[in-house]
């Protein structure tokens, strides 16, 4: 590829983002697509408006003085930790590779230009290998730019993440200091309670806890392992809540529209409102009519503590002599509870290690065959259809894992997301492209030693790939986000084929699992790449700046926060950075030995040891805030609230919590006495297998949480 087709691929991907921009400019502003554009706003009490002018069919950037106006205080006000996190990501990434672009476009670009080991064209027809280090002539006196270039990159890199990690620390610190009213402070999870034939498990875990917590414990709630029944029930809870709502007013007059399929009038649903009352009432003989008078009750409960410092203390001991019997953990917030894995026995979480059993495809791949397939075929598609797919895929084996925490299996898919697409997109393609190409590579290399010259000779090979990918793959991931369009096209269904109203769209969450290791991967590519082709860093620079306004239109108007991990993906951000950066030195180690430059090579071996160190200091300086609570500040929290007269108001919430079923009151048992209520135990509940039983319905405790004033969209 020369620079005239490289020119061409931008152009072209320039106008189709612009023609995006300007398509979402004028969808936004039509009130039939307000739940796509504005569900965020819409859950908050945002008032839409109808009037019609001409404005609503005139592209404007408006929403992007929005995004630009809006400060990362605001976004930590409304949205949450997490949408301030993610957002410093795109601005490291921006401030770290702008210093990049500049040192590297100035310095590096112009030495790996004039090298003269490739023949050269007009300027327009150059090859991108021109523009490579692979036209640096060996032993060249010049590659000192090059070193240069990876100390202040590394340096900047550094500083940057310091500060950064710094600052989302102290926030961290002030969202607990500010959640006086998160009853996931006082409650522990407890599982693995031992069965007993003379007693019930509520019975064991008030007598367990009085016994040793007597001065700390206050109530408990077992965990209830619902079936089929509970699915009906909270379904038959959602479809009187949606009739309810589609209620028709009286005085509704006839459309002139006719339904998409059946060719009646829209009035045709007016039946619906007919039926409301009564389904509503037969729901509630549903609910009072004692489905639920015997209840499964599993082998774990929410423990409450009185103060918050007792219940961290008890989640951070060993409880039994035997690891595997009172196993505790701090509750995860209210919304975040994923009950589908609370009942799982804790005996049987080691099912992730099956994970290990993937070998047994290494004899098919041998098959020439499937090999011919793998290497011929599946190049072309891996990149379109893999990357689709492997976030469900990923979101699947991390509840398997058996994380009680919605965070928790998001975080695991995140990492697994990151792992997959790092090797894909940039291991598969640097060697050939494919996995059985990656592998023979592999083999072939002697020690470890040789591995940074492959990686040296390879990478500025792949120059084409990698520059193409981020303005295809980077800038019409962001297009495609800003117009929502699997939202647009249900809501364009739905209105227009099945008259349905806009409340029908659920408004989502925002997809850290999928967003987060792609803004990673970008930045991963740009790091390894940037002394090699620095020619890619504006490309980068372009992709970064429209995540920053794009990403931030979402998180203000899109997306809405079920539920907050206090920051928790920040660390594994900061790991991948060092990890880049690492690689990033081991390649630059490469190309300096075969360009026959020992002086840049013993150089970069000191920068490889700071890194290291760096990472080392932050990981003891920063990390076990993201991984503890400070028991400090809870201590502290626990004399304001006793000071303030906080406590019995928040003792009597805890209960309401974490309660398992809308229809049910909860279950509780309170220190100092015993309420019994029919249940029905599992004894052996090592045989359950997990994965079966459907998701738990959770009643959210509300926390506090400042809004702005709702506003017209």
């Known amino acids: 590829m020369d620079l005239n087709a490289l020119g061409t691929s931008a152009g072209i991907n320039i106008g189709v983002c612009v023609g995006v921009f300007s398509l ?142 710094k600052s989302i620390t102290k926030m961290r610190l002030a969202h607990i200091t500010g959640s006086h009213l998160n009853p996931s402070q006082f409650t522990v999870v407890v599982r693995a309670i031992p069965w007993s034939q003379e007693e019930t498990y509520s019975d064991s875990v008030r007598k367990f806890f009085m016994r040793n917590y007597e001065s700390s414990y206050l109530s408990h709630q077992m965990v209830y392992r619902s079936g089929k029944v509970q699915k009906l029930m909270s379904n038959a809870g959602k479809m009187c809540k949606i009739l309810k709502d589609v209620s028709i007013e009286l005085n509704h007059k006839p459309g002139l529209y006719h339904c998409g399929f059946c060719g009646a009038n829209s009035d045709s649903f007016q039946i619906l409102s007919h039926e409301s009352e009564s389904s509503r009432g037969k729901s509630s003989l549903i609910d009072n009519g004692g489905v639920e008078k015997k209840r499964k009750v599993c082998a774990a409960a929410f423990v409450f503590f009185k103060t918050r410092y007792a219940a961290l203390a008890t989640s951070q001991v060993l409880h039994s002599s035997n690891p595997m019997s009172w196993v505790t953990q701090l509750a995860p917030e209210p919304k975040d509870v994923y009950w589908s894995n609370l009942w799982i026995p804790y005996g049987q979480l080691w099912i992730h290690k099956l994970q290990k059993a993937l070998p047994f495809l290494k004899g098919p791949l041998k098959k020439k065959f499937i090999s011919q397939v793998m290497t011929g075929y599946l190049p072309s598609v891996v990149l379109i259809l893999a990357l689709y797919t492997v976030p469900p895929i990923m979101m699947l084996l991390s509840a398997l894992e058996g994380s009680i925490s919605r965070s928790g299996r ?72 800003l117009l929502q369009l699997y939202p647009l096209l249900c809501n364009v269904i739905r209105r227009y084929i099945f008259r349905m109203k806009d409340w029908a769209i659920d408004t989502m969450s925002f997809p ?202």
């Not at 060697?431 to 190409?437: E, L, M, S």
């Not at 492959?454 to 297009?479: C, D, E, H, N």
């Not at 209960?655 to 220190?671: K, L, R």
């Open 512 to 713: 850290y699992h999928t967003e987060i290791p792609r803004l990673l991967l970008f930045g991963f590519i740009g790091f390894t790449c940037s002394i090699l082709v620095p020619l890619i860093l504006p490309f980068l620079l372009i992709y970064f700046t429209l995540a920053y306004f794009i990403y931030r239109n979402q998180i203000i108007n899109v997306y809405i926060t079920k539920y907050q991990s206090g920051g928790h993906l920040w660390p594994m951000v900061h790991n991948t950075v060092i990890f880049s950066l690492i690689m990033m030195q081991i390649i630059a180690f490469g190309v300096f030995g075969l360009r026959k430059s020992p002086v840049s090579s013993g150089f970069t071996f000191p920068l490889v040891i700071f890194t290291l160190l760096f990472n080392q200091y932050c990981q003891q300086r920063f990390h076990p805030v993201f991984k503890n609570h400070v028991a400090e500040i809870l201590i502290e929290m626990d004399r304001e609230d006793e000071k303030y007269g906080r406590t019995e108001e928040i003792h009597q919430q805890l209960h309401a919590a974490y309660c398992q079923s809308p229809s049910t009151s909860p279950d509780t048992s309170m220190a100092g006495s015993y309420h019994h209520q029919e249940e029905e135990s599992i004894q052996d509940p090592e045989n359950v297998t997990p994965g079966k039983e459907p998701s738990q319905v959770s009643l959210n405790w509300s926390v506090a949480s400042t809004f702005g004033a709702p506003e017209p969209i």
């Open 410 to 481: 998001k975080k695991s898919a995140c990492f697994k997301i990151l792992y997959f697409t790092i090797w894909n997109v940039f291991v598969m393609n640097i060697f050939a492209g494919t996995v059985i190409d990656s592998f023979s590579v592999f083999k072939k290399l002697d020690s470890v030693k040789d591995l940074p010259p492959q990686l040296a000779s390879a990478i500025p090979a792949q120059a084409k790939f990698f520059m193409t990918y981020v303005f295809t793959s980077g800038w019409a991931s962001l297009a495609c986000e």
């Open 24 to 165: 979402y400019s004028i969808l936004r502003k039509q009130p039939s697509q307000a739940r796509v554009y504005f569900g965020r706003r819409l859950s908050i009490g945002a008032r839409k408006s109808n009037a019609l002018c001409l404005d609503r069919f005139v592209p404007s950037a408006s929403w992007i003085v929005k995004a630009w106006k809006t400060t990362d205080e605001e976004i930590l006000n409304n949205v949450g930790l997490d949408s301030v996190v993610f957002v410093r990501i795109i601005v490291f990434s921006l401030r770290i590779f702008s210093i990049a672009a500049v040192t590297c476009i100035l310095i590096v670009l112009p030495v790996n230009y004039q090298g003269n080991v490739l023949d050269h064209k007009d300027l327009p027809y150059e090859t991108l290998e021109v523009f490579t280090i692979l036209n640096v002539r060996q032993g060249s006196k010049w590659l000192w730019t090059h070193c240069l270039a990876l100390y202040i990159i590394t340096f900047s890199a550094c500083v940057l993440l310091y500060i950064e990690y």
